[in-house]
């Protein structure tokens, strides 16, 4: 089964204090490994994909990479408008379902 | 472009009643995806449809749940007869055929009481 594992449970952060989130994960077969952002009352809202390991994205001041057995999520000079859940997805070859983690609870004080 | 939608955002109803909850996806998304997260856990996959056959209800908890999806268009999560487990956040999520990236709603919030 697969598994993805997300640490730390909560982040609290100064704003402009750079910091990564870790996921890992064990699948069969990875087809692609997904980060969500997540706002309170609201659905997972989409960031990134990354397919194979060595494969880093980026988009404003979030940048993602994935390795074998992990991915991390870097925020780099945050703002309070980066608070959130970020939540970490695999989903397997073959599968079209996404198996989630528990999530990041992110916090970033003006 | 809409996004997918949920109806209702809220519902609070007794152990042993019925509720029902739709979700209109993304026109054009031929995918069609329901996750629920319980209290403290993480988002579980319920079941997936591609236009309006079940490609996978691995994730169905029990026979008390029955989704359908009606024409390939929308779809519905009936629960019934509810009981207290069932609480929780109910998501739906669409995607394009062959296309990984999932767009998701903002959530149905099932509380039994």
């Known amino acids: 089964e697969d598994q993805v594992t997300q640490s730390p449970e909560a982040l609290r952060l100064q704003e402009g204090e750079s910091s990564s989130l870790n996921c890992s994960y064990t699948v069969s077969g990875l087809r692609g490994l997904f980060w969500y952002r997540q706002d309170p009352g609201k659905g997972p809202e989409f960031l990134f994909t990354l397919y194979s390991a060595g494969e880093e994205k980026e988009k404003e001041r979030l940048k993602a990479t994935l390795t074998k057995k992990e991915s991390f999520l870097h925020i780099t000079a945050p703002k309070p408008e980066d608070s959130a859940t970020y939540l970490c997805a695999v989903q397997a070859t073959n599968d079209y379902k996404l198996s989630f983690g528990a999530g990041t609870t992110v916090t970033v004080r003006a | 472009e809409a996004g997918v939608t949920q109806f209702p955002s809220h519902s609070v109803i007794e152990k042993g009643q019925t509720v029902t909850l739709r979700c209109d996806p993304i026109s054009g998304h031929d995918n069609l995806y329901w996750y629920r997260r319980v209290m403290g856990k993480e988002i579980k996959f319920l079941l997936h449809f591609v236009k309006e056959s079940k490609q996978d209800e691995s994730g169905m908890p029990n026979n008390r749940f029955l989704a359908e999806r009606t024409g390939g268009t929308y779809s519905t999560l009936k629960v019934q007869p509810a009981e207290l487990e069932d609480s929780g956040v109910y998501f739906c999520?669409?995607?394009?055929?062959?296309?990984?990236?999932?767009?998701f709603g903002q959530g149905t919030r099932l509380t039994v009481v």
């Open positions: 999520a669409s995607s394009y055929q062959t296309s990984p990236k999932a767009f």
